[in-house]
């Protein structure tokens, strides 16, 4: 593995491909952080390897644990899902694997952000994120992919969306957080995102979903579907704190020209009804730092935009709510060769989260 | 990976290559045991990686780190030299890597032996050896071959050699010792053998190297160089104790017949003068359990036979010793194709082996 210093995506001719062009495969980290997953982690491990088996029925999936749940990991996993050992001080794939490019060769090397748990000493949610911030490189080696050394540009995955076509999707409140990149202007960050990405047009969603402790993570709230079309979490109550974000989403986007010069199409996706969190979820966490990790009655950023686009399939969550069929309907349409898979992730959005933020898309190389 | 226990290598046409067939790459471990290796193992290390770096001239080298070195490995090691976080309890993979057996069509699978630090409770030379006993499996799902379940045999790779023709080589002194099988007979090992490596015939040498403590591994007195011929560590020097174990190993290697139904030519490696540790080396390396882990004057089982048979080249060890030059003539006549690299390796002889030890070769898939 080279760690590359001298040159950018950019100057080598590497892109961020959409998440919907082909894979080789997939990348998660196995759950185990006590402040994370409620109860010793058990319901939440249950979900994880019921969305590893489902990406895995189209897709490679490789599964990192540490080293004291190597074997509880295995013992769990199918024998076509590989395991291998590696430290982390969480289990968010898509906020520290690499994010992944290729060339149009089908070479593919990784970029290696720099990782502060989300806003480091400033509002970040853990301390410290040190084995979590060598992911990357340690993944890249694995793979026998070359890596951009970018650890100097604080930035996680789940905050990024690219449509393969020269565009990216990000959010404000996240982007220009105080806990990222304080020394660096908005059009600064964008000249990282456009050399790094090798985009040209970077679209800045105004929020993302309400009390998404990630400041607001774009995966949470809006995806590409494909080139020129996104999906939008929605909610029609006017009353609920969300619908102001969700519509201010909606304006910037309705106006918004992606970069091959397309007005975007916006697929609303309904919000489920509010999800918080119970005193008997939070019994099950273990402090973090000297405060609870949760409080009776928080509410939890649930929304099903959180799902990740699989060879074959479409993984999405479900929160036991009504609108979880509605929801499945809308993907169904938006995506027809795919398969779309519900699971329940209440487990997984306890811990902060859900599908998208768990897994990490490898490129399929040429 | 998948896990097998019902058939046999024999059973589903695997055996095990050759050294000195096609290899796709070699495993190392870094090492990091502060009663294996001296003074922090800074010299150690020093010594891995011209190893390592000279394995890699021929064939891609994957060096696994425990977590907490990893960074340090890393640095220490060309970025084409892979690296992957991997727990173990010292640095042997000759001895706890898999076994790698492969098929007619090239498929590459491994074989699991049991693993207990050379003796268990009996005789072993550290306890606990739980993370050794788990990396041939990881290792194989990492680099995604099935794996043969043969735990409950104890064996490690040092303690046999192959010709890729369907004979074995091992000697009594280890793989009869009580700590390793000790329910079963000198046949019913031979059976396993047989099954597992696919041979026909297993030649049992007496005697190892003196005072080596792996109960007299093979591979540190005895090697294939080709099909039909062997090379053994040897001394004309009758007053010394090693003469009559190398003598009665000849005794034997010249009336024995492989598989093929040859005889063996033998050839004769001279050994190094005596190497006994110094009161300044032990000085340098921590209690193991609650004694010394080698006391002054500790003679330590030097042999030139420890090389390791790259795709290129031989790597073989140096010890300062007038024989060195005399050791590599004879192995650069044995192996006129491939380069001879002498690499002096003192600092791996006090930590208990030497190259051959430390390398676990991977063979190619055609």
């Not at 990406?55 to 295995?74: F, H, K, L, M, P």
């Not at 301390?127 to 911030?133: A, H, I, L, T």
């Not at 590409?224 to 996104?230: A, D, I, L, S």
Request: net charge negative.
């Amino acid at each position: 593995m080279r760690i590359l210093k001298e040159t950018t995506p950019v100057s080598d001719g590497f892109r961020m491909p959409a998440e919907y062009e082909r894979h080789q495969g997939c990348i998660m980290i196995f759950p185990e952080r006590p402040d994370s997953w409620q109860y010793g982690g058990y319901a939440a491990r249950k979900a994880f390897v019921q969305i590893a088996e489902a990406i895995a029925e189209s897709e490679q999936v490789t599964v990192c644990a540490g080293g004291a749940r190597y074997d509880n990991a295995r013992a769990l996993l199918p024998p076509h899902i590989r395991v291998v050992e590696m430290s982390s001080n969480d289990a968010w794939a898509r906020d520290y694997a690499p994010t992944f490019l290729k060339n149009d060769k089908g070479v593919v090397r990784g970029v290696d952000w720099g990782f502060n748990a989300w806003g480091g000493l400033c509002d970040g949610l853990y301390f410290p994120w040190d084995k979590d911030n060598q992911m990357a490189r340690k993944l890249c080696d694995l793979l026998g992919f070359d890596v951009y050394d970018m650890r100097d540009f604080i930035l996680e995955g789940g905050s990024i969306h690219v449509d393969g076509e020269g565009t990216c999707m990000v959010t404000e409140c996240c982007l220009l957080s105080k806990g990222r990149n304080p020394g660096l202007s908005r059009e600064e960050i964008e000249v990282r995102l456009r050399s790094c990405l090798n985009v040209s047009v970077v679209l800045w969603l105004p929020w993302g979903i309400h009390n998404d402790e990630t400041n607001g993570h774009v995966d949470n709230i809006c995806a590409f579907t494909r080139p020129g079309e996104v999906v939008l979490a929605w909610t029609e109550d006017r009353e609920d704190v969300q619908y102001p974000l969700s519509k201010a989403c909606l304006d910037y986007l309705e106006q918004a020209v992606d970069a091959r010069g397309r007005k975007l199409k916006v697929h609303r996706l309904p919000l489920p009804k509010p999800v918080t969190v119970t005193e008997e979820e939070c019994r099950g966490l273990d402090a973090c730092w000297d405060e609870p990790a949760r409080r009776p009655g928080e509410r939890l950023a649930a929304s099903y935009v959180n799902f990740y686009i699989a060879n074959g399939s479409i993984v999405m969550p479900g929160f036991g709510d009504p609108a979880d069929a509605e929801a499945k309907a809308v993907l169904e349409g938006l995506f027809p060769d795919r398969k779309v898979i519900q699971i329940y992730t209440r487990d997984i959005l306890i811990g902060g989260g859900n599908i998208h933020c768990i897994t990490q898309q490898i490129p399929a190389a040429d």
